[in-house]
Protein backbone atom coordinates (compact mmCIF):
# COMPACT_ATOMS: atom_id res chain seq x y z
CA UNK A 1 0.00 0.00 0.00
CA UNK A 2 0.95 3.23 -0.80
CA UNK A 3 2.02 5.79 2.23
CA UNK A 4 -0.07 8.06 1.26
CA UNK A 5 -3.44 6.21 1.72
CA UNK A 6 -3.44 4.91 5.27
CA UNK A 7 -7.60 4.64 5.20
CA UNK A 8 -9.84 4.13 8.07
CA UNK A 9 -9.11 0.40 7.97
CA UNK A 10 -9.32 -1.47 11.28
CA UNK A 11 -12.65 -3.12 10.11
CA UNK A 12 -11.36 -3.96 6.79
CA UNK A 13 -8.64 -6.05 8.34
CA UNK A 14 -11.30 -7.84 10.15
CA UNK A 15 -12.94 -8.13 6.75
CA UNK A 16 -10.13 -9.33 5.15
CA UNK A 17 -10.00 -12.64 7.66
CA UNK A 18 -13.48 -13.08 6.90
CA UNK A 19 -12.75 -13.35 3.43
CA UNK A 20 -9.91 -16.02 4.64
CA UNK A 21 -12.25 -17.65 6.74
CA UNK A 22 -14.29 -18.27 3.49
CA UNK A 23 -11.33 -20.05 2.17
CA UNK A 24 -10.31 -22.31 4.89
CA UNK A 25 -14.39 -23.15 5.81
CA UNK A 26 -14.83 -23.91 2.14
CA UNK A 27 -12.33 -25.79 1.66
CA UNK A 28 -12.96 -27.96 4.59
CA UNK A 29 -16.82 -28.11 4.55
CA UNK A 30 -18.19 -27.03 1.24
CA UNK A 31 -15.43 -29.86 -0.58
CA UNK A 32 -14.20 -33.09 1.22
CA UNK A 33 -10.98 -33.01 -1.05
CA UNK A 34 -8.48 -35.84 0.21
CA UNK A 35 -4.64 -34.96 1.29
CA UNK A 36 -2.46 -33.70 -1.24
CA UNK A 37 1.43 -33.08 -1.12
CA UNK A 38 1.95 -29.59 -0.72
CA UNK A 39 1.98 -27.93 -3.97
CA UNK A 40 1.44 -23.87 -3.71
CA UNK A 41 0.17 -24.18 -7.04
CA UNK A 42 -2.37 -26.58 -6.56
CA UNK A 43 -3.45 -25.25 -3.42
CA UNK A 44 -4.16 -22.39 -5.13
CA UNK A 45 -6.22 -24.06 -7.77
CA UNK A 46 -8.18 -26.14 -5.02
CA UNK A 47 -8.70 -22.89 -3.39
CA UNK A 48 -10.22 -20.68 -6.17
CA UNK A 49 -12.23 -24.13 -7.29
CA UNK A 50 -13.81 -24.30 -3.66
CA UNK A 51 -14.66 -20.59 -3.26
CA UNK A 52 -15.95 -20.64 -7.10
CA UNK A 53 -18.11 -23.95 -5.68
CA UNK A 54 -19.28 -21.77 -2.29
CA UNK A 55 -20.44 -19.32 -4.42
CA UNK A 56 -22.07 -20.79 -7.04
CA UNK A 57 -24.92 -22.93 -4.49
CA UNK A 58 -28.24 -21.71 -3.83
CA UNK A 59 -29.66 -19.94 -0.36
CA UNK A 60 -31.20 -23.70 -0.06
CA UNK A 61 -27.62 -25.58 -0.30
CA UNK A 62 -25.81 -23.10 1.84
CA UNK A 63 -28.43 -24.06 4.32
CA UNK A 64 -28.25 -27.92 3.73
CA UNK A 65 -24.40 -27.50 3.94
CA UNK A 66 -23.58 -24.96 6.94
CA UNK A 67 -26.36 -24.60 8.97
CA UNK A 68 -25.74 -28.07 10.99
CA UNK A 69 -22.45 -26.63 11.90
CA UNK A 70 -21.75 -25.54 15.63
CA UNK A 71 -21.19 -21.90 14.99
CA UNK A 72 -22.48 -20.48 11.88
CA UNK A 73 -19.64 -18.40 10.02
CA UNK A 74 -20.81 -14.74 9.13
CA UNK A 75 -20.05 -14.94 5.29
CA UNK A 76 -22.35 -17.90 5.06
CA UNK A 77 -24.59 -15.11 6.38
CA UNK A 78 -22.96 -12.50 4.44
CA UNK A 79 -23.71 -14.19 1.39
CA UNK A 80 -27.55 -15.22 2.21
CA UNK A 81 -27.90 -11.42 1.99
CA UNK A 82 -26.50 -10.72 -1.56
CA UNK A 83 -28.71 -14.07 -2.82
CA UNK A 84 -31.97 -12.41 -1.41
CA UNK A 85 -33.75 -15.31 -1.67
CA UNK A 86 -36.36 -15.75 0.79
CA UNK A 87 -36.07 -19.75 1.03
CA UNK A 88 -33.66 -19.08 3.52
CA UNK A 89 -36.08 -17.32 6.16
CA UNK A 90 -37.25 -20.63 8.42
CA UNK A 91 -33.27 -21.77 8.50
CA UNK A 92 -32.55 -17.91 9.85
CA UNK A 93 -35.19 -18.02 12.25
CA UNK A 94 -34.14 -21.33 13.93
CA UNK A 95 -30.53 -19.62 14.16
CA UNK A 96 -31.56 -17.12 15.76
CA UNK A 97 -33.23 -19.12 18.35
CA UNK A 98 -29.92 -20.94 18.83
CA UNK A 99 -27.41 -18.76 18.52
CA UNK A 100 -25.28 -17.40 21.00
CA UNK A 101 -21.94 -15.56 19.52
CA UNK A 102 -23.65 -11.49 19.68
CA UNK A 103 -22.20 -10.06 16.58
CA UNK A 104 -23.18 -13.61 14.33
CA UNK A 105 -26.33 -13.54 15.98
CA UNK A 106 -27.26 -9.99 15.09
CA UNK A 107 -26.26 -10.57 11.25
CA UNK A 108 -28.90 -12.92 11.37
CA UNK A 109 -31.45 -11.00 12.05
CA UNK A 110 -30.00 -8.70 9.88
CA UNK A 111 -30.33 -11.05 6.65
CA UNK A 112 -34.26 -12.02 8.01
CA UNK A 113 -34.92 -8.48 7.89
CA UNK A 114 -33.19 -7.65 4.01
CA UNK A 115 -35.12 -10.90 3.33
CA UNK A 116 -38.82 -9.18 4.23
CA UNK A 117 -39.10 -11.18 7.41
CA UNK A 118 -42.36 -9.22 9.09
CA UNK A 119 -41.72 -9.92 13.12
CA UNK A 120 -40.68 -7.10 14.24
CA UNK A 121 -38.87 -8.41 17.16
CA UNK A 122 -35.37 -9.05 14.47
CA UNK A 123 -35.27 -5.31 13.55
CA UNK A 124 -36.03 -4.45 16.75
CA UNK A 125 -32.83 -6.68 18.14
CA UNK A 126 -30.21 -5.20 15.54
CA UNK A 127 -32.05 -1.47 16.56
CA UNK A 128 -31.39 -2.31 20.08
CA UNK A 129 -28.03 -3.20 19.56
CA UNK A 130 -26.99 -0.64 17.58
CA UNK A 131 -28.33 2.01 19.76
CA UNK A 132 -26.12 0.42 22.56
CA UNK A 133 -23.40 1.12 19.96
CA UNK A 134 -24.18 4.70 19.28
CA UNK A 135 -24.49 5.47 22.68
CA UNK A 136 -21.39 3.78 23.60
CA UNK A 137 -18.99 6.47 24.89
CA UNK A 138 -15.70 4.98 24.22
CA UNK A 139 -13.39 7.00 21.84
CA UNK A 140 -11.98 5.67 18.45
CA UNK A 141 -10.49 8.82 16.69
CA UNK A 142 -9.03 8.75 13.32
CA UNK A 143 -5.68 9.25 15.36
CA UNK A 144 -6.38 5.37 16.91
CA UNK A 145 -6.90 4.38 13.32
CA UNK A 146 -3.55 5.70 12.38
CA UNK A 147 -1.86 4.68 15.54
CA UNK A 148 -3.28 0.87 15.71
CA UNK A 149 -2.52 0.43 12.24
CA UNK A 150 1.32 1.64 12.02
CA UNK A 151 2.01 -0.54 15.33
CA UNK A 152 4.44 -2.95 14.38
CA UNK A 153 3.95 -5.22 17.48
CA UNK A 154 -0.06 -4.75 17.30
CA UNK A 155 0.51 -3.01 20.87
CA UNK A 156 -2.74 -2.26 21.90
CA UNK A 157 -1.39 0.70 24.07
CA UNK A 158 -0.61 2.52 21.20
CA UNK A 159 -4.35 3.66 21.37
CA UNK A 160 -4.23 6.67 24.13
CA UNK A 161 -7.56 7.38 23.91
CA UNK A 162 -8.94 4.15 24.36
CA UNK A 163 -6.33 3.01 26.96
CA UNK A 164 -7.61 5.87 29.06
CA UNK A 165 -11.08 5.17 28.76
CA UNK A 166 -9.94 1.84 29.75
CA UNK A 167 -8.18 2.77 33.34
CA UNK A 168 -11.47 5.52 33.78
CA UNK A 169 -13.94 2.19 33.44
CA UNK A 170 -11.68 -0.48 35.14
CA UNK A 171 -11.77 -2.14 31.80
CA UNK A 172 -9.10 -4.50 30.58
CA UNK A 173 -7.49 -2.69 27.44
CA UNK A 174 -7.62 -5.86 25.50
CA UNK A 175 -11.53 -6.07 26.02
CA UNK A 176 -11.39 -2.15 25.30
CA UNK A 177 -10.07 -2.31 22.00
CA UNK A 178 -12.21 -5.26 20.97
CA UNK A 179 -15.18 -3.46 21.82
CA UNK A 180 -13.97 -0.37 20.19
CA UNK A 181 -12.96 -2.31 16.96
CA UNK A 182 -15.39 -5.22 16.51
CA UNK A 183 -18.52 -5.27 18.86
CA UNK A 184 -19.63 -1.36 18.31
CA UNK A 185 -18.88 -1.05 14.97
CA UNK A 186 -20.45 -4.54 14.17
CA UNK A 187 -23.42 -3.67 15.87
CA UNK A 188 -24.12 -0.51 13.44
CA UNK A 189 -22.96 -2.16 10.73
CA UNK A 190 -25.59 -5.38 10.71
CA UNK A 191 -28.04 -2.33 11.19
CA UNK A 192 -26.90 -0.82 8.01
CA UNK A 193 -26.61 -4.33 6.27
CA UNK A 194 -30.45 -4.83 6.64
CA UNK A 195 -31.30 -1.62 4.65
CA UNK A 196 -34.16 -1.21 6.36
CA UNK A 197 -35.93 2.36 5.71
CA UNK A 198 -36.84 2.45 10.03
CA UNK A 199 -32.92 2.34 10.55
CA UNK A 200 -32.10 5.61 8.73
CA UNK A 201 -32.66 7.67 12.15
CA UNK A 202 -29.85 5.75 14.37
CA UNK A 203 -27.42 5.37 11.49
CA UNK A 204 -27.71 9.31 11.37
CA UNK A 205 -27.37 9.80 14.86
CA UNK A 206 -24.66 7.16 14.59
CA UNK A 207 -22.51 9.96 12.61
CA UNK A 208 -22.01 11.91 15.63
CA UNK A 209 -20.47 9.03 17.01
CA UNK A 210 -17.11 9.34 18.97
CA UNK A 211 -16.09 5.92 17.13
CA UNK A 212 -15.00 6.74 13.85
CA UNK A 213 -15.51 2.91 12.56
CA UNK A 214 -18.86 3.29 13.94
CA UNK A 215 -19.01 6.63 11.60
CA UNK A 216 -17.81 4.90 8.38
CA UNK A 217 -20.83 1.97 8.82
CA UNK A 218 -23.05 4.30 9.41
CA UNK A 219 -22.10 6.59 6.35
CA UNK A 220 -21.86 3.48 4.05
CA UNK A 221 -25.26 1.77 4.95
CA UNK A 222 -27.09 5.55 4.48
CA UNK A 223 -25.08 6.22 1.39
CA UNK A 224 -26.14 2.69 0.34
CA UNK A 225 -30.16 3.17 0.93
CA UNK A 226 -29.26 6.78 -0.76
CA UNK A 227 -30.74 8.74 1.98
CA UNK A 228 -29.69 12.22 0.60
CA UNK A 229 -29.80 13.73 4.20
CA UNK A 230 -26.94 12.25 4.99
CA UNK A 231 -24.91 13.93 2.35
CA UNK A 232 -24.30 17.09 4.14
CA UNK A 233 -23.38 15.22 7.75
CA UNK A 234 -20.77 13.11 5.65
CA UNK A 235 -19.47 16.14 4.35
CA UNK A 236 -18.69 17.85 7.76
CA UNK A 237 -17.28 14.62 8.75
CA UNK A 238 -14.88 14.83 6.17
CA UNK A 239 -13.83 18.36 6.56
CA UNK A 240 -12.80 17.92 9.99
CA UNK A 241 -10.81 14.38 9.37
CA UNK A 242 -7.01 14.30 8.79
CA UNK A 243 -5.68 14.09 5.37
CA UNK A 244 -4.49 10.47 5.44
CA UNK A 245 -8.00 9.28 6.61
CA UNK A 246 -10.71 11.95 4.63
CA UNK A 247 -10.42 9.77 1.71
CA UNK A 248 -12.12 6.80 3.38
CA UNK A 249 -14.78 8.92 4.55
CA UNK A 250 -15.37 10.32 1.43
CA UNK A 251 -16.23 7.26 -0.13
CA UNK A 252 -19.99 7.30 0.99
CA UNK A 253 -20.36 10.15 -0.91
CA UNK A 254 -20.29 8.15 -4.67
CA UNK A 255 -23.40 6.55 -4.10
CA UNK A 256 -25.08 9.22 -4.48
CA UNK A 257 -25.94 11.53 -7.62
CA UNK A 258 -26.38 14.29 -6.41
CA UNK A 259 -23.30 16.50 -8.12
CA UNK A 260 -22.55 18.13 -5.46
CA UNK A 261 -21.42 14.69 -3.55
CA UNK A 262 -20.09 13.65 -6.48
CA UNK A 263 -17.38 16.84 -6.75
CA UNK A 264 -17.42 16.61 -2.79
CA UNK A 265 -15.65 12.90 -3.16
CA UNK A 266 -13.91 14.03 -5.78
CA UNK A 267 -12.18 16.96 -4.01
CA UNK A 268 -12.21 14.67 -0.86
CA UNK A 269 -10.51 11.41 -2.40
CA UNK A 270 -7.56 14.06 -4.55
CA UNK A 271 -5.79 11.13 -5.72
CA UNK A 272 -7.51 10.34 -9.59
CA UNK A 273 -6.51 6.91 -9.74
CA UNK A 274 -8.09 5.97 -6.21
CA UNK A 275 -11.47 8.24 -7.61
CA UNK A 276 -11.85 6.34 -10.54
CA UNK A 277 -10.96 3.04 -9.21
CA UNK A 278 -14.01 3.40 -6.42
CA UNK A 279 -16.18 4.77 -8.92
CA UNK A 280 -16.14 1.59 -10.75
CA UNK A 281 -16.11 0.00 -7.39
CA UNK A 282 -19.66 1.71 -6.25
CA UNK A 283 -20.97 1.23 -10.04
CA UNK A 284 -19.47 -2.39 -9.98
CA UNK A 285 -21.47 -3.44 -6.26
CA UNK A 286 -24.72 -1.24 -7.12
CA UNK A 287 -25.29 -3.25 -10.62
CA UNK A 288 -24.38 -6.54 -9.31
CA UNK A 289 -27.15 -6.25 -6.54
CA UNK A 290 -29.92 -6.03 -9.10
CA UNK A 291 -27.94 -8.23 -10.99
CA UNK A 292 -28.04 -11.11 -7.96
CA UNK A 293 -31.41 -10.16 -7.20
CA UNK A 294 -32.31 -11.37 -11.23
CA UNK A 295 -30.42 -14.71 -10.77
CA UNK A 296 -31.96 -15.50 -7.25
CA UNK A 297 -35.20 -15.37 -8.65
CA UNK A 298 -33.97 -17.30 -12.05
CA UNK A 299 -32.17 -19.85 -9.56
CA UNK A 300 -35.67 -20.13 -7.59
CA UNK A 301 -38.01 -20.45 -10.76
CA UNK A 302 -35.22 -23.64 -11.93
CA UNK A 303 -35.60 -25.25 -8.15
CA UNK A 304 -39.30 -25.05 -8.58
CA UNK A 305 -39.37 -25.87 -12.24
CA UNK A 306 -38.00 -29.44 -11.42
CA UNK A 307 -40.77 -30.91 -9.36
CA UNK A 308 -43.30 -30.74 -12.38
CA UNK A 309 -40.11 -32.02 -14.59
CA UNK A 310 -39.88 -35.41 -12.32
CA UNK A 311 -43.54 -35.21 -12.46
CA UNK A 312 -43.49 -34.97 -16.70
CA UNK A 313 -40.90 -37.47 -16.61
CA UNK A 314 -42.94 -39.88 -15.03
CA UNK A 315 -46.26 -39.20 -16.69
CA UNK A 316 -43.91 -40.23 -19.81
CA UNK A 317 -42.67 -43.38 -18.87
CA UNK A 318 -46.25 -43.99 -17.23
CA UNK A 319 -47.74 -43.56 -20.90
CA UNK A 320 -50.20 -41.20 -18.89
CA UNK A 321 -50.51 -38.09 -21.56
CA UNK A 322 -53.22 -35.98 -19.86
CA UNK A 323 -50.64 -36.18 -16.66
CA UNK A 324 -47.73 -35.09 -19.03
CA UNK A 325 -49.28 -32.34 -20.78
CA UNK A 326 -50.47 -30.69 -17.10
CA UNK A 327 -46.61 -31.27 -15.67
CA UNK A 328 -45.25 -29.90 -18.69
CA UNK A 329 -47.64 -26.83 -18.82
CA UNK A 330 -46.20 -26.37 -14.76
CA UNK A 331 -42.78 -27.38 -15.86
CA UNK A 332 -43.17 -24.12 -18.84
CA UNK A 333 -44.87 -21.81 -16.68
CA UNK A 334 -41.44 -21.81 -13.82
CA UNK A 335 -38.89 -22.24 -16.76
CA UNK A 336 -40.57 -19.40 -18.34
CA UNK A 337 -40.65 -17.20 -15.17
CA UNK A 338 -36.77 -18.36 -14.82
CA UNK A 339 -35.47 -17.33 -18.57
CA UNK A 340 -37.61 -13.46 -18.16
CA UNK A 341 -35.06 -12.94 -14.80
CA UNK A 342 -32.15 -14.07 -16.45
CA UNK A 343 -33.41 -12.26 -19.54
CA UNK A 344 -32.82 -9.36 -18.18
CA UNK A 345 -29.11 -9.44 -16.96
CA UNK A 346 -26.46 -6.86 -18.53
CA UNK A 347 -24.52 -9.04 -20.60
CA UNK A 348 -21.28 -7.72 -19.53
CA UNK A 349 -21.09 -7.94 -15.17
CA UNK A 350 -22.76 -11.42 -13.64
CA UNK A 351 -22.63 -12.78 -10.27
CA UNK A 352 -20.32 -15.07 -11.76
CA UNK A 353 -20.71 -17.87 -9.23
CA UNK A 354 -24.29 -17.73 -9.10
CA UNK A 355 -24.55 -18.08 -12.97
CA UNK A 356 -22.14 -21.10 -12.97
CA UNK A 357 -24.79 -22.70 -10.20
CA UNK A 358 -27.72 -21.67 -12.83
CA UNK A 359 -25.80 -23.01 -15.41
CA UNK A 360 -25.57 -26.61 -13.29
CA UNK A 361 -29.59 -26.32 -13.19
CA UNK A 362 -29.60 -25.61 -16.38
CA UNK A 363 -27.84 -28.68 -17.72
CA UNK A 364 -29.48 -30.70 -15.20
CA UNK A 365 -32.97 -29.99 -16.62
CA UNK A 366 -31.53 -30.49 -20.25
CA UNK A 367 -30.10 -33.79 -19.05
CA UNK A 368 -33.79 -34.68 -17.98
CA UNK A 369 -35.73 -33.64 -21.03
CA UNK A 370 -33.13 -35.82 -23.67
CA UNK A 371 -33.58 -38.82 -21.30
CA UNK A 372 -37.29 -37.99 -21.42
CA UNK A 373 -37.05 -37.58 -25.30
CA UNK A 374 -34.85 -40.63 -25.95
CA UNK A 375 -37.43 -42.93 -23.85
CA UNK A 376 -40.61 -41.49 -24.33
CA UNK A 377 -43.48 -43.80 -25.93
CA UNK A 378 -43.28 -43.33 -29.43
CA UNK A 379 -44.91 -39.55 -31.16
CA UNK A 380 -44.75 -38.72 -27.98
CA UNK A 381 -41.52 -36.99 -27.34
CA UNK A 382 -42.68 -33.80 -29.39
CA UNK A 383 -43.49 -32.14 -25.87
CA UNK A 384 -40.05 -32.94 -24.74
CA UNK A 385 -38.21 -31.92 -27.75
CA UNK A 386 -40.31 -28.26 -27.45
CA UNK A 387 -38.83 -27.90 -23.98
CA UNK A 388 -36.18 -28.62 -24.57
CA UNK A 389 -35.26 -26.40 -27.33
CA UNK A 390 -36.32 -23.39 -24.96
CA UNK A 391 -33.62 -24.60 -22.65
CA UNK A 392 -30.82 -24.49 -24.90
CA UNK A 393 -31.52 -21.81 -26.10
CA UNK A 394 -31.56 -20.26 -22.64
CA UNK A 395 -28.52 -21.89 -21.61
CA UNK A 396 -26.77 -20.54 -24.51
CA UNK A 397 -27.43 -16.93 -23.53
CA UNK A 398 -26.21 -17.95 -19.85
CA UNK A 399 -22.77 -19.40 -21.86
CA UNK A 400 -22.56 -15.78 -23.49
CA UNK A 401 -23.09 -13.76 -20.44
CA UNK A 402 -20.31 -15.77 -17.95
CA UNK A 403 -17.76 -16.13 -20.80
CA UNK A 404 -18.49 -12.52 -21.56
CA UNK A 405 -18.03 -11.19 -17.63
CA UNK A 406 -15.04 -13.48 -18.16
CA UNK A 407 -13.25 -11.96 -20.46
Request: hydrophobic letters at 40%.
Amino acid sequence: MREPERPIRLLRIIHVAVHVCVAVAVCSVALAQPPQQPNSNSNDAVGRESLRAFSRQSAPELVSHYFDQPRLQLFVIRRLISLDDPRAIPALRNAFETQTEPLTRQFIAAALVWLGETDQKYFDYIAGRAREAVNSDIPFSSHSVTALSASDSGDFEESEEVRSWAQAHNVPIVQAVWNATVEIPGAVQALAVARDRRSVPILLEALQSPNVLVVQEAAFGLARMHETSAIDPIIAICQRLDAKNRPWMAKPLLYFSSKKAQEVARSMIGDSSRLQLWRKDVNHEEAIRAETANLSQAVQWLDQASVPLGQFSQAMKGGDSIEADEALKDYLRDFSNARNALARLPADKVDDGLALGVLDRLERQQSTLDQIRRHAPSGSERAATEAENQLVLTRRMMQEKVAQEAQ
